[in-house]
């Protein structure tokens, strides 16, 4: 019938096996026994003695969910909307990620790196939380003891509802990007979603999907945060990189892709309509579209709380939800659940005119999101969005609750639950959704309330009894260790990489690069500044490169003189988030431009007005920031170049560019024999291409503009709208355009998406 596993953290996890039936993993320190029926193992997991339909793995998993729901008290269903703030394994000493080991820093504590902390084990036995947000981990094996431990302690409170544990995208070869929060666990390395978009082929996307998903598993990861599916129509944006660009078609091609990947089992692996012990539940983000911010603001700063739509294109910024990841070629249908962002949508609300944060806007969510597109599974808000707002615009740790910052906490719990949220992003403690369901008893009686809560219940149980996580929510540390980053795993994301990578202009055909090859790579600059999380970065000059990679392929000099080619290594211009503390403690309104070009930029043919604002008193309401300036974080790239290209006098010089964003390239574009683009890959991929191991094929998956005014008279909301930037050798830096050693790339990928884009201009 069973047998036991040791695993180092917990050797007292017993699997047993059913014949014809999944096998049940259980835990003896969490108290449950094994009921026998028919002939068949179940878990008693209420600790009844009595089968119940929950426990009957026999029965469909919406059946099991609507059973399970109405037995759960309200502080119970209360529990499992919270979606926890982020968790390392083990939990850092002090910053964003910090926890204690029985009260004290895990230095200090003796204890292992897969225990649980001190928050932890509150709000999964006094909170009910049930949904963990994970960030760093040491390693798949601590990882699977963790899960192992979280899992127990779960199993052994209340009706054991299992973790369902979750993670944002953790696979990028830039470790720099931002919110690439989750890391470490030696999971194979993919490009970035942009890099993705970049091969122009939903294959490749769809094969990222079940490799993640695989490595998800065995790590303990049930939910993904992704994909980010935004059409990414203003290129000022700082979450362009976590898009698949800023074409409709392709991004709606690319959403369908990563889901099918992530979502479906087959064989086997598959319990029932296509979900099974392969699959993770996607969370499609960010409803209905985060990518048309006013001026490239972002929201999670106050001064970006409002998307714009001055070309009325808002039902376009809808098809990778609806038309993508709602309409999949696998058995599962949909996308599991879907991410609001943390927008106002001005203008959008047709039914009740309001201005609010997405995930507040009863239309958006009820009568758009639910009633008219019919999605029917788990809506989660971002992070943070009931907490208060601080008094800085450019805090990204401030509260987001745009458009209700007037309401108290408990009732912007409220207003989401009659909007129709299921559960409530980076909220550990369930005492304001129960002060919310009492509001809701008093305007709507028990009886409605109650079975609004049990609707909620419903959908986030759903997600865990069809990936098989109440029959055996365990891991076996040796898998995953053997799993995660395996050779097959690393491969398929290392050809990914390759064909990631654009090559934008290859002059007199330069590249490829003989072996070799003697070049010049000079040290990259970077001043002092601040993380996304508001940290201190220091100042560091130190070569962009692993030079022992490079000198498996050339030979590195440090002398110009004598060297064959020069190779320089620069990030698009980073000008900050569009807004400056400076500026209004100097009696300005606080707003600046954000600035694609690296020389100083002054904005002249911005708007004289703003189309959004804030009217309360404390706040701004026209944000036009026409006439004032800005200078780039990274200006020093674009002097390396240029010096490098002095220094080379007349010899080839190669730009390798790391894009985050659309970059206005005309600044040392004619100065230079070939640039090469890609978005996160790793040092020996950029060998591989430069040295013609691999030819280039990837495709833009976005415009470069020619310059910043076309970028200031681009329309937020639309897509390919700007005038691109046209090379020396008469190219133009369009969507979908991209070189091969053969020149322009035409082929079935530029047929199917070019059409899209304004590439005759």
């Known amino acids: 019938m069973n047998d036991s596993k040791k695993n180092g953290a917990l050797d007292d996890i017993v699997y047993v096996h059913n014949q014809g039936g999944p096998t049940l993993g259980y835990s003896r320190s969490s108290g449950i026994e094994i009921l026998e029926q028919d002939g068949l193992f179940f878990k008693d997991l209420n600790r009844k003695g009595k089968l119940v339909p929950y426990e009957d793995w026999r029965l469909p998993a919406k059946e099991r969910a609507k059973d399970l729901a109405s037995k759960m008290t309200i502080e119970q269903i209360a529990g499992l909307m919270l979606y926890s703030r982020h968790q390392a394994v083990p939990a850092a000493s002090g910053g964003w990620f910090a926890g204690t080991y029985g009260g004290k820093p895990y230095e200090e504590s003796g204890a292992k790196?897969?225990?649980?902390?001190?928050?932890q084990k509150a709000f999964l036995q006094d909170d009910h939380l049930r949904h963990i947000l994970i960030t760093t981990v040491e390693s798949p094996e601590i990882a699977a003891l963790w899960n192992n431990q979280v899992q127990a302690f779960a199993e052994g409170s209340g009706l054991g509802i299992p973790a369902n544990n979750s993670s944002d995208p953790r696979h990028s070869?830039?470790?720099s990007a931002e919110f690439n929060a989750g890391s470490g666990g030696g999971v194979s390395m993919w490009p970035e979603s942009l890099g993705l978009a970049a091969t122009f082929d939903p294959a490749v996307t769809r094969k990222f999907g079940e490799t993640a998903s695989r490595e998800y598993r065995a790590l303990g990861i049930t939910t993904a945060l992704s994909p980010q599916v935004d059409i990414a129509t203003d290129p000022r944006w700082f979450r362009f990189n976590g898009t698949f660009g800023e074409d409709p078609k392709l991004s709606t091609d690319m959403a369908r892709a990563y889901v099918d990947g992530f979502q479906n089992s087959e064989g086997e692996r598959e319990i029932s309509e296509g979900w099974g012990l392969d699959s993770v539940n996607a969370m499609v983000k960010h409803w209905p579209g985060g990518g048309s911010g006013e001026g490239g603001r972002d929201a999670h700063f106050g001064s970006g709380k409002y998307a714009v739509y001055p070309g009325g294109r808002f039902e376009e910024h809808l098809k990778p939800f609806t038309d993508g990841a709602f309409q999949l070629e696998g058995k599962t249908g949909k996308a599991s659940a879907v991410m609001p962002y943390y927008t106002i949508s001005v203008a959008q609300d047709s039914v009740n005119g309001e201005n609010v944060g997405n995930s507040y806007n009863a239309y958006l969510i009820g009568d758009l999101l639910r009633d008219e597109h019919g999605y029917d599974g788990v809506v989660c808000t971002d992070w943070m969005i009931t907490a208060d707002e601080s008094a800085s615009k450019d805090s990204f740790l401030s509260g987001k609750s745009w458009g209700v910052e007037h309401l108290t906490v408990v009732e912007r719990h409220y207003k989401l639950l009659m909007a129709g949220v299921d559960q409530f992003g980076g909220n550990n403690e369930m005492g304001p959704v129960l002060e919310a369901y009492q509001m809701g008893v008093q305007e709507h009686g028990e009886v409605y309330m109650r079975q609004r809560f049990e609707a909620s219940a419903v959908r986030l149980?759903?997600?865990?009894?069809?990936?098989g996580l109440f029959e055996n929510p365990y891991l076996?540390?040796?898998?995953?260790?053997?799993?995660?980053?395996?050779?097959?795993?690393?491969?398929?994301?290392?050809?990914?990489q390759l064909k990631s990578v654009v090559l934008l202009k290859n002059k007199k055909n330069v590249l490829p690069l003989k072996p070799k090859t003697k070049l010049y790579?000079?040290?990259r600059y970077t001043p002092a500044g601040k993380d996304w999380f508001g940290n201190p970065t220091p100042e560091k000059l130190e070569y962009p490169v692993s030079l022992d990679i490079v000198s498996k392929y050339f030979i590195i000099t440090e002398n110009s003189e004598e060297s064959e080619a020069g190779l320089v290594f620069v990030t698009n211009p980073k000008s900050g988030i569009g807004y400056s503390q400076e500026d209004a403690d100097h009696g300005g309104n606080g707003y600046v431009p954000i600035s694609l070009q690296y020389k100083p930029y002054t904005a002249e043919h911005a708007r004289e007005v703003s189309l959004a604002g804030d009217p309360r008193e404390n706040d701004v309401l026209n944000r036009s920031y026409k006439g004032k300036s800005i200078s780039t974080h990274n200006e020093a790239d674009l002097q390396m170049i240029l010096d490098t290209t002095e220094a080379m006098e007349g010899k080839p010089v190669i730009v390798s560019l790391l894009l985050s964003n659309p970059a206005i390239v005309s600044e040392f574009e004619p100065y230079v024999d070939a640039i090469i683009a890609n978005f996160g890959i790793q040092d020996q991929a950029l060998m591989d291409i430069l040295s013609g191991e691999t030819e280039p094929s990837g495709l833009l998956p976005m415009q470069m503009p020619a310059d910043m005014h076309t970028v200031e008279l681009q329309l937020e909301d639309v897509p390919h709208d700007m005038q691109c930037h046209k090379d020396s050798e008469n190219h133009v830096y369009d969507f979908a355009f991209g070189l091969n050693w053969s020149g322009v790339i035409e082929d079935e990928r530029t047929r199917m998406y070019r059409k899209n884009s304004a590439y005759s201009r």
């Open 173 to 175: 070869s830039d470790s």
């Open 521 to 523: 790579i000079p040290k």
């Open 113 to 119: 790196p897969w225990d649980l902390t001190d928050e």
């Open 476 to 496: 076996l540390p040796e898998h995953s260790t053997e799993t995660v980053g395996c050779v097959e795993f690393s491969k398929a994301g290392y050809e990914a």
């Open 461 to 467: 149980l759903l997600n865990m009894f069809r990936l």
